[in-house]
């Protein structure tokens, strides 16, 4: 079984995550960041690793993704909030319907938490009250929440749903 694995980072987050996931899996893996381009053709299974922006996947990402077609494709997300949130499954739904756009299929999912870039912490201070991005105190404690994330629970959990999904 020939597997890619690629990711976008912005703080390594996501990076962590999928490089575990990847060196955890059987067969020969190659794991990349998704500015490579990797012709994804070449292999058995895709997993693409992403950051959350915006209620779904960073840029990168998407535009990679769009350039798949038919295929089974697992995703693992990091997220400056809590994943099990509406929030959290609102994303799962979004990238579900990015997949089908090119004939893809989720073969897995996981979504953790993750630290967030505090150059965006500081641009987000620097909104007005009525921006949907203002820091809040709830969107505050999300970062406090998200900060000791991707822990080695996350990463333990995000290689126990790739190795089942890949059974």
Not at 7 to 20: D, K, M
Not at 28 to 37: G, H, M
Not at 43 to 67: K, M, N
Not at 98 to 126: H, Q, S, Y
């Amino acid at each position: 079984m020939k597997i890619l694995a690629t990711y976008s980072t912005r703080t390594g987050n996501t990076q962590r995550v999928v490089e575990a996931v990847a060196n955890s899996l059987p067969g020969e893996v190659d794991c990349l960041n998704v500015e490579c381009q990797p012709d994804p053709s070449q292999y058995d299974v895709l997993i693409h690793g992403f950051w959350v922006t915006g209620a779904t996947a960073d840029e990168p990402s998407l535009e990679y993704l769009r350039g798949i077609c038919d295929r089974s494709i697992g995703l693992i997300g990091t997220m400056g909030a809590n994943p099990s949130s509406a929030y959290g499954r609102s994303i799962a739904l979004r990238l579900k319907n990015v997949l089908r756009e090119n004939n893809n299929r989720m073969k897995a999912w996981f979504l953790c938490a993750g630290k967030i870039d505090p150059e965006l912490i500081r641009w987000m201070e620097t909104l007005p009250e009525n921006h949907s991005q203002y820091p809040t105190p709830a969107r505050r404690k999300n970062w406090e929440d998200a900060l000791g994330h991707p822990n080695q629970l996350d990463i333990d959990r995000a290689i126990d749903a790739f190795r089942q999904a890949l059974s």
